[in-house]
C-alpha cells in the first residue's frame, strides 16, 4: 500500500514500514534509541519488531503494565527519570510500539522531555492503527478523566503493520471498528456501508478498509490540526462515550469497558439525539443503531449510573465554559458541532439505547 503523508509524518505500511524506519534511524544521527512498550505486547511483539530493526547505536526497552489506569502522571515521572538514568538526551528517539495507551503515553512523554525529542509510533492495536496513533495527540488521564493534560505534536513517522493484529482477542478488534465506524458516520456515507454487512475481522480483510479510515482521519486533521473547527468531528460518539468510558474505570464494582465499547454506545446515544434535534431521519437512526448493537455487547445503564455519567460531562474538552458541546449528526457523512443538549434528551438517549 502507498505510503500516506501528514505534514512531516509519514504514515508505513507492511513490510515497507521495516524498511523505512531502518533508513530514518541510519540518516537521522540519533545517539540512542529507546523503545516504549507495556507488558502484554512485549511478549507477544517486541521479539518480531526487534528482529526486523537494524540499526548500529545504543537501544533500550523500557517496559510498563498494561491499561489505561497507567496513563498518569506518576509513570511519566519513572519513564521521564529512567530516560534520563540511561543517558537520554535531546538527539535520542523513541519509539512506542502498543496500542493507544502506549502510543498517547509515548507521545506525551517524547514530546515534553527535554522540550521535545523524537517519536515514532507503532501501533499493535487496531484502535491504534486507526485513531490514537494518528494526528499528532498525546496525552495522559488525570485519575479517571480522559485526556485532560497533554499536547498536539506530530510523530516522525507512523508504522502500520496488520500482521501484529494477529495477537489481538475479538473485543480488541471491536474496539478499533468503533473508530472506523465512526469516521464514515462522520465523513463518508459510502465508508460507513462497509460495516453495514462486515463480518469478517480477519487482519488481511481489515487492511484495506484500515488505509481507508487512516485516510479520512488524515484528511480531516490536515484540514484542522489544531481542533479549530473540522477536527472536532473525530470527537462524535465521544462527549458521551468517554464519560461512560471514565464512569466504568472509576467505579470498581463495575467491568472496565474497553474505549471502542463506550464510543460505540455513545454513538448510538448522540445518533439517537442527532434524530430528534437535527436532520438525521428515522432510517439513518435505525442503520446506525443495526450496524453497531450487534458487534457489541449491551451494557445496563441503572438511572444512577446515567446521573453521574451526565455529571462527567462538565470535563469534556469541547467545552466552551460551562457550555457542553456535542458534535451530531446532520446525516450520515454529516456533522453539526457545538451543538448544545438537554439533559431530559439524554435520559431518552439511554432509555433508546436500553430498548434497542
Known amino acids: 500500500m502507498k505510503p500516506l503523508q501528514l505534514e512531516e ?33 512485549h511478549e507477544s511483539c517486541l521479539t518480531e519488531f526487534l528482529q526486523n530493526l537494524s540499526i548500529q547505536i545504543p537501544l533500550e526497552v523500557i517496559e510498563i503494565e498494561a491499561g489505561e489506569e497507567n496513563k498518569k502522571l506518576s509513570v511519566c515521572n519513572e519513564i521521564w527519570k529512567t530516560l534520563s538514568d540511561l543517558g537520554a538526551d535531546r538527539k535520542s528517539l523513541i519509539i512506542n510500539l502498543g496500542g493507544g495507551v502506549v502510543t498517547d ?61 494477529r495477537t489481538l482477542p475479538q473485543e480488541e ?44 482521519k488524515l484528511n480531516i486533521v490536515e484540514a484542522d490540526p489544531f481542533e479549530n473547527n473540522l477536527r472536532k468531528t473525530l470527537n462524535f460518539g465521544h462527549t458521551l462515550g468517554h464519560a461512560i468510558e471514565s464512569y466504568f474505570l472509576a467505579n470498581e464494582s ?26 438525521l431521519n428515522e432510517e439513518e437512526l435505525n442503520r446506525i443503531t443495526q450496524a453497531i448493537m450487534p458487534v457489541y455487547k449491551k451494557v445496563h445503564f441503572t438511572k444512577q449510573d446515567i446521573e453521574e455519567i451526565i455529571q462527567l460531562l462538565k470535563y469534556d474538552k469541547k467545552n466552551t465554559g460551562s457550555q457542553i458541546n456535542f458534535v451530531l449528526l446532520n446525516k450520515i457523512g454529516d456533522c ?8 431530559e434528551l439524554i435520559y431518552e438517549a439511554f432509555a433508546y439505547y436500553q430498548k434497542s
Do not use: W
Not at 256 to 274: D, Q, Y
Not at 336 to 343: P, T
Open 105 to 165: 503515553l509515548g507521545g506525551f512523554i517524547a514530546s515534553t522531555f527535554r522540550r521535545g525529542i523524537d517519536f515514532i509510533h507503532v501501533p499493535t492495536s487496531l484502535l491504534a492503527m486507526v485513531d490514537a496513533a494518528l494526528g499528532g495527540k498525546n496525552g495522559i488521564d488525570l485519575g479517571h478523566l480522559k485526556n485532560q493534560v497533554g499536547t498536539i505534536v506530530l510523530p516522525k513517522m507512523v508504522l502500520v503493520i496488520t500482521d501484529f493484529l
Open 336 to 343: 453539526a458541532l457545538d451543538q448544545e443538549v438537554d439533559n
Open 9 to 41: 509524518c509519514a504514515i508505513y505500511f507492511e513490510n515497507e514500514s521495516y524498511h523505512a524506519v531502518n533508513k530514518h534511524i541510519a540518516n537521522a544521527n540519533y545517539s540512542s534509541v529507546f523503545i516504549l512498550t507495556d507488558s502484554n505486547v
Open 254 to 279: 463495575k467491568k472496565r469497558l474497553l474505549h471502542g465499547e463506550a464510543i460505540a454506545i455513545g454513538m448510538i446515544l448522540e445518533s439517537f439525539i442527532s434524530f430528534k434535534i437535527l436532520q
Open 173 to 216: 478488534y471491536r474496539s478499533g471498528l468503533a473508530e472506523m465506524i465512526k469516521h464514515g458516520l462522520i465523513y463518508s456515507e459510502s465508508y460507513f456501508s462497509y460495516f453495514e454487512k462486515l463480518q469478517n475481522y480477519d487482519a488481511a480483510f481489515l487492511a484495506q478498509l484500515i488505509h481507508d479510515s487512516i485516510k479520512i
